[in-house]
């Protein structure tokens, strides 16, 4: 069985593109008059190691609060409202389990507080060179057992259009390992979108350096920093246990603000994949 779905044929459509790289670099100016005390920044070597590859696991980031995140998390299981076959927020395995909620974080106050929580925003504002980050995309993936994975591919591929300044901050929340699908990694060796331009569809594995892969083995409470432009997988989830991992997508402030467009991107090219036949029952609840 193939680990993911084809969508090809999916053209997406650019919102919000930044073409001129003087009128950016004047807007990031403008929106960084000063640079704050960032109490949790990465250090130099942190730094220097998510430039060189693209990503960077920070084990045990978020111990101290993973316990109510968790909680958080399992209580969506268990609302029952929201599962409704045409709500768009809901990716179902094939045995209706659910694999996805997509966005999720303003479904409990909780995963709220998460999005603003300093250890992720000031990490990533120390790559952003003191300049806050903006929320873009948050998704939880629960990838029940038997659920399936996700071939190799860089994010950008379904942001285009969107900044290239996008993060993706992975939180375990239950134990990963290679059994129940972790994500994989692969450093970043070219610092550029590699698929055509303008077509949704994943990467071949000989399109890229496969040397540096890393199978992301996490704790409850562990935390990796992705770029948009960082290729990577999963497999199948092949165990009897849950592996749920929150992703939550952030841009450099200084690009602007993008979460509502890209959420009409969103909506637009899976009520397509899903084929969904009524588009006006179609809702995000
Ligand atoms: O579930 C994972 O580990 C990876 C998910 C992923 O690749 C994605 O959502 O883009």
Redesign the pocket.
């Known amino acids: 069985m193939p680990v993911t779905q084809n969508h090809a044929k999916l053209q997406p459509v650019g919102h919000a593109a930044i073409a001129n790289k003087e009128a950016v670099d004047m807007h990031r100016a403008y929106a960084t008059p000063h640079k704050r005390h960032l109490d949790f920044a990465l250090d130099d070597q942190q730094l220097a190691s998510f430039e060189e590859n693209g990503f960077i696991v920070l084990p045990g980031l978020l111990a101290d609060e993973i316990e109510d995140i968790r909680d958080a998390c399992y209580g969506l299981r268990e609302r029952e409202d929201l599962f409704e076959a045409n709500n768009l927020r809901l990716d179902l395995a094939d045995d209706g389990k659910p694999w996805k909620i997509d966005p999720f974080h303003s479904l409990d106050l909780r995963l709220e507080a998460l999005v603003r929580n300093r250890k992720i925003c000031d990490g990533l504002a120390s790559i952003y060179e003191g300049r806050e980050p903006r929320l873009f995309k948050d ?1 939880l ?1 629960m ?1 029940p057992p038997g659920g399936h994975g ?1 071939g190799l ?1 860089q ?1 950008y591929n379904w942001w285009q259009g969107f900044p290239t300044s996008l993060i993706s901050v992975m939180v375990a929340i239950d134990p990963a390992d290679k059994e129940n ?3 994989e990694l692969f450093p970043r060796r070219e610092n550029k979108f590699l698929t055509e331009p303008g077509v949704f569809g994943e990467l071949q594995h000989d399109q890229i350096d496969t040397s540096g892969h890393v199978y992301v083995e996490t704790q409850p409470g562990d935390v990796a920093f992705f770029h948009c432009f960082t290729p ?3 497999s199948q989830n092949n165990s009897n246990r849950w592996r749920s ?1 929150i ?1 939550l997508t952030y841009n450099d402030s200084g690009d602007g603000e993008h979460y509502q467009a890209h959420y009409d991107h969103y909506r637009w090219y899976i009520t397509r994949w899903r084929e969904q036949e009524d588009q006006d029952k179609a809702f995000f609840m």
């Open positions: 998704k993936i990838k996700n591919h994010d699908g972790c994500t990577h997988q999963a991992q992703f």
